[in-house]
C-alpha cells in the first residue's frame, strides 16, 4: 500500500494511471536518508515535504533520495522513493564515512561505525567528471525513526543518466 497524500505533493500516484511528475531539467537535489528499522514511509515523506515545503522547492527539483546499503531494501525507504518516482541511490558505510558531517549521529555511530548517514548520503557526488562538490542546503532533520537531509549537486547530470529503481552501489 502506498502511502497517504502529504501536503506539497504534485501527484497521487496511488491512483490508477497517475504517475509523479518527471524531475526538472535543472533538478539538483539529493535527499539523504537515515532510517531506523520500522521507519514508515508516511513518516519519511512527512520529513521529505517539510524539508522541501522549508527550501520552497518542488518535488520536481529533487534528483534521488541517497543512503546506506544496510537500508537499500526498507520498505518505507523503497515506498518513498517510489511515491515521488526517484531512484534510490545506496552508498557502503565506507564511502559514507569519507564526508564529513555538521551533526554527527550518535546511533549511526553505534550502529555502523560512522558519524552519520542522511547527511553523508546525500554528498557522495554523482557521476560526473570535474563537477563541483556539493553542497549540504539542509543539515539533518530528524523524527522518531527518520532523518533527512539535502544536498545540492550544481551541475548534477540530468535526470534521465540516474536509472530508477536501481540502487547505485559505490565502491
Known amino acids: 500500500m502506498l502511502p497517504e497524500h502529504h501536503p506539497g505533493d504534485t501527484a497521487h500516484p496511488d491512483r490508477a494511471g497517475d504517475r509523479p511528475p518527471a524531475a526538472d531539467p535543472g533538478a539538483d537535489l539529493v535527499i539523504g536518508v537515515g532510517a531506523r528499522r520500522g521507519a514508515t514511509a508516511g513518516e519519511i515523506l512527512t520529513l521529505i515535504d517539510d524539508a522541501l515545503r522549508v527550501l520552497a522547492v518542488a518535488p520536481t527539483a529533487v534528483l534521488a533520495l541517497a543512503t546506506v546499503t544496510h537500508r537499500q531494501h526498507d ?3 523503497r515506498a518513498a522513493a517510489a511515491h515521488h518516482g526517484w531512484p534510490l541511490l545506496a552508498h557502503p558505510p565506507a564511502r559514507l564515512a569519507t564526508i564529513p558531517v555538521t551533526h554527527p549521529s550518535a546511533a549511526a555511530q553505534r ?3 560512522i558519524p552519520g548517514v542522511a547527511e553523508t548520503a ?3 557526488p554523482l557521476d560526473g567528471p570535474g563537477l563541483p562538490a ?5 543539515p539533518k532533520r530528524a523524527s522518531r525513526r527518520a532523518t533527512v537531509a539535502v544536498a545540492r549537486h550544481h551541475g548534477a547530470p540530468s ?4 536509472t ?3 540502487p547505485l552501489d559505490t565502491p
Not at 556539493?134 to 539542509?138: G, K, R
Request: proline share 19%.
Open 122 to 124: 546525500c554528498m557522495i
Open 111 to 113: 550502529a555502523l561505525g
Open 164 to 166: 530508477v529503481g536501481q
Open 134 to 138: 556539493p553542497t549540504l542546503i539542509m
Open 159 to 162: 535526470p534521465p543518466s540516474i
Open 75 to 77: 520498505p518505507g525507504l
